[in-house]
């Protein structure tokens, strides 16, 4: 399963990735792969975290071996997919990510979509499985 990430510079995608896969029993510091473009961890399944935001047009990640990991029995967290939209495939689950201010302060909006049948039942089965508080907590079984 790829999982795309969107959303500007500091609006919490690695933060996102990082409770992603502690859920998925990851006991490594997940930490932004920046400067190496891919970071791999075991758990529960193989993961992969690639960072495409220093990569340009003329670096494909086809060409820098993205396609090796992919299809395969783990996870792909991809940070800046919107650089090579046309990689990930039919089915992958796109996360948009943005900030917002409000009177409470600053915040985040998080909208999950779906692209195909795999990506739609991972959705169904997260949904299912949170609580979400009145205090804004969040729990996940």
Do not use: C, N
């Amino acid at each position: 399963m790829v999982i795309a990430l969107y959303g500007e510079l500091g609006v919490g995608k690695t933060v996102f990735i990082r409770g992603a896969v502690q859920a998925m029993e990851v006991s490594a510091i997940v930490s932004s792969p920046s400067y190496l473009l891919m970071k791999s961890y075991s758990g529960r399944l193989p993961v992969y975290h690639f960072d495409f935001y220093r990569l340009s047009g003329a670096e494909d990640p086809e060409e820098l071996g993205f396609g090796e990991y992919l299809p395969g029995e783990g996870v792909a967290f991809v940070e800046w997919a919107d650089r090579f939209p046309h990689i990930y495939g039919g089915d992958y689950l796109a996360v948009y990510m943005e900030r917002f201010y409000d009177h409470f302060g600053e915040g985040r909006r998080i909208k999950f979509d779906p692209t195909g049948a795999s990506s739609t039942g991972l959705l169904d089965a997260l949904a299912g499985s949170i609580t979400w508080h009145l205090d804004g907590r969040l729990e996940i079984e």
